[in-house]
C-alpha cells in the first residue's frame, strides 16, 4: 500500500485535491439551496410551497447517478459544453440540497410557533423572524442530521468518477487498471477519504456539544 502511494503520490494528491474541491462546493451551495427550499416548503403561499415540495421529493428519490449523467451527457448534447468534474458537482450539490432541504424543514417545524408569533408581534416581517429567529433555533436543533448530510455528500462525491471527474475514486480505479494491485489501491482510497470525513465527523460532534452547553 506504501508503495502504491509512493508510486502514484502525485495523482492521488490531485485526485484528493479535485474530492476536496467538489465536496466544499457542493456544501456550501447545497446548504443555501437546502434553507431557500426548506424556508419554500412552509411558505404561506401554496404555489411556491408546492414547487418546492416537487423538487425535495424529485431528487430526493431518484438516483445521484442519472442526475450526475444528465449535466454530463444529455446538456452537452443539448445546451453547451460541460466537463465531468462541473457535471458531477452540480448533480452532487442538487441532490444533496434536497435532503438538506428536507432536514431543514424539520427542524423549522420543531420551533415552537409561538417563536414566529413573538417575532412578528415585535414589528419583525415574516423573512426577518425567519431569518433572526426561526432559523437559527431550526440549524440549533439539525446539528447531527444536518452533520451526517456532509459525510454523506463527502462520500457521494465518489460518483464523479463515473464522468471523469478527476476525483480520489476516479484515479484510483487508474491506478487499479494499471497496477492490478485493486486490493491495496482500494484500501488506501478509502483512507484517504477517511481524512477528510473523520475530521468533518469529530467538528460536527464539537458543534453540537457547544451547542448543547449554551442551553
Do not use: C
Not at 456550501?28 to 408546492?50: D, E, H, P, W, Y
Not at 448534447?77 to 431543514?104: C, H, K, M, R
Amino acid at each position: 500500500m506504501i508503495q502504491i502511494f509512493n508510486d502514484n503520490s502525485g495523482i492521488l494528491l490531485e485526485g484528493f485535491k479535485f474530492t476536496l474541491y467538489s465536496s466544499v462546493i457542493a456544501l456550501f451551495f447545497s446548504l443555501i439551496i437546502g434553507t431557500l427550499f426548506a424556508i419554500f416548503q412552509i411558505s404561506t403561499n401554496k404555489v411556491v410551497r408546492l414547487l418546492a415540495s416537487a423538487y425535495v421529493e424529485f431528487f430526493r428519490n431518484i438516483p445521484l447517478l442519472i442526475i450526475v449523467m444528465f449535466f454530463y451527457v444529455v446538456v452537452p448534447l443539448y445546451w453547451f459544453q460541460i466537463d465531468g468534474f462541473t457535471a458531477g458537482t452540480i448533480g452532487l450539490t442538487i441532490y444533496t440540497s434536497a435532503f438538506i432541504a428536507e432536514t431543514i424543514r424539520a427542524g423549522i417545524l420543531s420551533v415552537p410557533k409561538g417563536q414566529m408569533e413573538a417575532g412578528l408581534s415585535t414589528g419583525f416581517t415574516y423573512s426577518q423572524t425567519m431569518r433572526y429567529i426561526v432559523l437559527p433555533q431550526a440549524v440549533k436543533i439539525v446539528i447531527p442530521p444536518l452533520g451526517n448530510q456532509f459525510i454523506n455528500l463527502v462520500k457521494n462525491s465518489s460518483v464523479l468518477a463515473m464522468v471523469a471527474g478527476l476525483d480520489l475514486m476516479y484515479q484510483g480505479d487508474l491506478i487499479a487498471s494499471t497496477t492490478f494491485n485493486t486490493f491495496d489501491t482500494y484500501i488506501l482510497i478509502g483512507l484517504l477519504y477517511l481524512i477528510i470525513t473523520l475530521p468533518l465527523t469529530y467538528l460536527m460532534a464539537h458543534i453540537e456539544r457547544r451547542l448543547a452547553s449554551n442551553d
